[in-house]
């Protein structure tokens, strides 16, 4: 039986993998770890008896440790708690679900404790690939992709070589705005944002999504995955979310991974190493499908793209100022305190006064991190 650390499991992914966990009956759970969620924490302490868990919120924390006393479950709190869940002893694989670059730190020491990883946060490999993908290869750490895209090209790669990948043809649903106008974008309330017409997500990579700024982070998380060039990534829009993804060949044979659009594939499918094993869901019935469509994404439209191809080119530190000024700009759109076009324009300004960092550390770029936050809170919390 595999034993798994689940960072993030109240949210989306974090709850679809105990699901796996509950119907597979193969892996043990030895931490769970939530930024506020204590209701749900201690529901899955009891269900899952893991050997510790962990709150962001220290408040949140000691609460959560006066509620479990009857189980005598060790309860940390802040990034220390998360830091304790990576490295947790018994441990074989961290399932890195939570959101934004809080999960740099957590993966590198799991990374550098020998932990495999099953990794759905984007944000660490957006910001900090070329330190991620070195200690794995230092460590002899694996990294098996869980966004649907992702898990999707490694899928297609299996036995083959990647030398011989000629194109990544990276998959976007268009998100609910598809074809929408930027005057009719400048309408868009929070509500809208958050209905997404394919995938049930968190709030954070719905409107990201939306925007289309997570298919950028996803085009530079592909760039270090896959060890491939910006121009060998191509973003299409498939609106039906069947195909995940597919990678091109020199041969110009096209590899693709089809299926529905259920999260629960990618993770088992991390979980258990690249193996397959029966998972319970509904099956493409391609005679009720009919057709599947393919479009060119509008990055005058939805320009987070275009923004994001920009930044992974640029490098350095670049990256983490596009993926801190997003994170700092949703959160305050979600808050209602900015526009939805506001979202964009917040990143487009973050980046132009950035001095960039060739070759930044951890430190460099956490400080990057903080910095551009400042930045924009004095330009644009009002």
């Known amino acids: 039986m595999k034993i798994i650390s689940i960072l993030g499991s109240t949210g989306s992914i974090g709850t679809q993998t105990l699901e796996v966990v509950r119907q597979t009956g193969d892996f043990k759970v030895s931490a769970l770890t939530a930024g506020s969620n204590i209701e749900l924490l201690e529901k899955q302490m009891r269900e899952f008896h893991p050997a510790m868990a962990a709150v962001m919120q220290p408040e949140k924390a000691e609460l959560l ?140 990579i719905t409107i990201d999504s939306s925007t289309m700024v997570n298919k950028a982070l996803e085009v530079i998380e592909a760039k270090w995955l896959f060890g491939v060039s910006f121009d060998q990534i191509e973003v299409v829009v498939q609106p039906q979310s069947i195909i995940h993804s597919m990678v091109e060949f020199v041969d110009g044979g096209i590899m693709a991974q089809l299926g529905t659009p259920d999260m629960k594939l990618p993770i088992q499918y991390a979980l258990y190493e690249a193996k397959r094993n029966f998972l319970s869901g509904d099956r493409l019935n391609f005679a009720a499908l009919k057709q599947i469509t393919f479009e060119a994404p509008d990055m005058e439209t939805f320009k987070g793209l275009a923004l994001g191809y920009e930044a992974g080119r640029a490098g350095g530190s670049v990256p983490t100022v596009f993926n801190a000024a997003n994170e700092w700009a949703v959160a305050r759109f979600l808050d209602r305190k900015i526009g939805y076009l506001d979202i964009i324009a917040v990143i487009e300004d973050a980046l132009s006064v950035h001095e960039r960092i060739a070759h930044p550390d951890l430190e460099a770029i956490l400080e990057t991190e903080a910095e551009t936050y400042r930045y924009l809170e004095g330009r644009w919390a009002h």
């Open 65 to 204: 440790k006066e509620r479990t006393k009857d189980l005598g479950i060790p309860v940390y709190s802040g990034m220390e708690g998360l830091l304790a869940a990576a490295t947790e002893s018994s441990a074989q694989m961290v399932v890195t679900a939570v959101v934004g670059m809080i999960g740099i730190r957590p993966t590198l020491k799991a990374i550098e404790a020998g932990k495999d990883i099953a990794l759905a946060n984007k944000e660490t490999l957006v910001t900090a690939g070329h330190l991620v993908m070195q200690a794995a290869k230092d460590h002899g750490v694996k990294i098996y992709p869980v966004d649907s895209e992702h898990s999707a090209i490694f899928q297609s790669l299996k036995r083959e070589d990647s030398s011989k990948i000629s194109r990544i043809l990276l998959t976007a649903s268009g998100g609910p705005f598809r074809g929408r106008s930027r005057s009719e974008l400048s309408q868009v309330q929070v509500e809208d944002a958050l209905k997404h017409p394919n995938w049930s997500m968190g709030a954070k």
